[in-house]
């Protein structure tokens, strides 16, 4: 059986507002100030030429300031009304902190785009959707569940109204249309709990609403018996639909705040924990069951994210990547413990989360005698990347991945070796080809030459104030400019132009071996130039 939580929040602006000048003041810094009696809160918002109010906090209210008057009308019921700039950025980034926090009781949580004004009117109100099917029995059921929400977000600073149903329609309106701070429909019964609840629950817009009360409509009850087709052909099909998601008719879905890992493992404790060792023999249980999990469906973990739920609603977490899909339980609880001392207990952790963020298939194979050592050097090589990355910074050990392209310079560009999806490419260049030099300097050195002209191979050469004769010559390799790309190519070292290059390998009298080349052809007005590329062994 679905079940789902909306979580309303009226007056989260100014709560949010109140709840940092109580951090602020309060002793420590670590606790807010108990302020037993707040004075009148508002948030101003230019509109119509004027600051005018967008939201009140309930001081405000019962001295008569509503959203929407006039800042001088407020100031003349109240003189020493509080008022600040309203700022949706700071609301909605405070809201998305505090969704985070409730995926302590739900990893499916979202943001209701219709739970007030930070995302409509900026009334300051705010709404968060957790689905919460089958989470309840964790928290000793779901009165329990509702109570532990409201005393968080009350010690948080925010005033909560809550609604637990079976569809979002019935939680939506319960939490802001019943006769407490949370109420709970009982499975299958929202058609009869909710008849005597006015339309307006219905989440219909203002037209709407005000031509069903022309009709004398105003409770979702008086919908149940009247015939379909004159409400979809007055009002149009939004009526019906609202009122079918109500009764469970329509499915709903709801978005997460972000996508839902598929493999995950958590662990809640009775009491909270804070000492290292204690974190690190959580990790290892939480371990164990992923990784029997991803075994389960052949698969292997290549990103994993460890998240810490406080006892004071804040959060922490680590993340680790892999350069090869593992489910190796100790060497993935080797590259957590390197970093686990930096996770802050603060007051307690109460609820600990192991979610793979990233996975890719990983079968069991069966490997030969001949083929074990290799796989074991394979293996080693694959958990060391792993260890240096962790050690010195995922973006700190990189890898080389062929580029498509025939210039050398650019025929190869470095990626971190733990990139969560290396792209695929078979580009392997030309499918015959001269060996390539060993040493490939970063940018071609230019040097003299003396070269049987039209396009002889060179006799001699002079480099750093040396000269080199030839003793043996391969070679030319022509490559061809590219010429999709534009016609002069700026890299870090120096400009590419597009000219023809035909490269040589070239021995010398020493028997060093290097790889140069000609850039473009032979010319009477225009010689060509010749560059150092490379050494051979």
Not at 172 to 186: G, L, V, Y
Not at 308 to 317: Q, W, Y
Not at 389 to 414: C, D, F, I, K, W
């Amino acid at each position: 059986m679905k079940r789902v939580i909306s979580l309303w929040l009226p007056t989260f602006a100014t709560d949010r507002l109140s709840r940092t000048k109580a951090q602020k003041v309060g002793t420590g810094g670590n606790k807010p100030a108990n302020n037993p009696r707040p004075l009148p809160l508002v948030t101003l918002t230019a509109q119509h030429g004027g600051q005018r109010i967008a939201a009140a906090n309930q001081a405000a209210d019962a001295a008569g300031i509503k959203p929407g008057h006039s800042l001088a009308d407020a100031r003349a019921l109240f003189p020493d009304l509080i008022a600040k700039q309203a700022d949706p950025a700071a609301d909605l980034k405070a809201l998305d902190k505090l969704a985070q926090a409730c995926e302590r009781y739900t990893p499916w949580t979202a943001i209701d785009p219709l739970g007030g004004g930070l995302l409509t009117d900026m009334s300051g109100s705010a709404g968060l959707w957790l689905d919460v099917t089958g989470c309840a029995h964790l928290f000793s059921g779901e009165r329990a569940l509702l109570k532990d929400i409201r005393d968080r977000c009350l010690q948080a600073g925010y005033l909560p109204r809550i609604g637990l149903a079976d569809t979002p329609g019935a939680a939506w309106a319960a939490a802001r249309f019943s006769d407490t701070s949370f109420s709970i429909i009982q499975p299958k019964t929202q058609r009869q709990s909710l008849a005597g609840y006015p339309i307006a629950s219905l989440r219909l817009d203002p037209a709407t609403l005000e031509g069903l009360d022309g009709l004398g409509l105003r409770q979702i009850g008086d919908l149940y018996e009247m015939p379909r087709a004159p409400l979809a052909s007055r009002f149009g099909g939004q009526t019906l639909r609202r009122l079918d998601q109500l009764l469970g008719r329509i499915e709903e879905p709801i978005s997460p705040r972000r996508p839902r890992p598929s493999h995950y493992s958590r662990l809640a404790f009775t009491e909270p924990i804070g000492r290292t060792e204690d974190i690190s023999l959580a990790l290892d249980k939480l371990l164990a069951q992923l990784c029997d999990d991803l075994e389960q469906a052949t698969l292997g973990a290549r990103r994993l994210e460890l998240i810490v739920f406080r006892v004071d609603n804040s959060r922490d977490s680590l993340v680790i990547g892999t350069s090869q899909a593992s489910r190796d339980p100790d060497h993935l609880a080797r590259l957590f413990r390197d970093d686990l001392d930096t996770l802050d207990p603060g007051f307690g952790i109460e609820v600990i989360v192991l979610a793979a963020l990233e996975t890719n298939a990983l079968a069991a194979r069966q490997i030969d005698i001949a083929g074990k050592t290799a796989h074991q050097a394979n293996e080693n090589a694959a958990k060391l990347v792993d260890r240096l990355s962790g050690r010195l910074g995922m973006r700190n050990v990189v890898r080389l991945q062929p580029v498509e392209s025939h210039l050398p310079e650019r025929a190869s560009e470095t990626i971190p070796a733990l990139k969560a999806r290396v792209q695929e490419n078979n580009w392997q260049g030309p499918l015959q080809r001269p060996p390539r030099p060993i040493q490939l300097l970063v940018q071609p050195m230019p040097i003299d030459v003396m070269a049987p002209v039209p396009d002889g191979p060179p006799v001699m050469f002079l480099w750093r104030k040396r000269q080199h004769k030839v003793a043996r010559a391969e070679g030319p390799e022509r490559i061809s400019p590219e010429w999709w790309r534009p016609t002069q190519l700026q890299t870090r070292s120096r400009s590419l132009t597009r000219e023809t290059r035909d490269y040589y390998r070239l021995e010398d009298q020493d028997g060093n071996r290097y790889w140069v080349y000609r850039e473009g052809l032979y010319r009477p007005d225009k010689p060509p130039g010749w560059y150092l590329h490379g050494f051979f062994a």
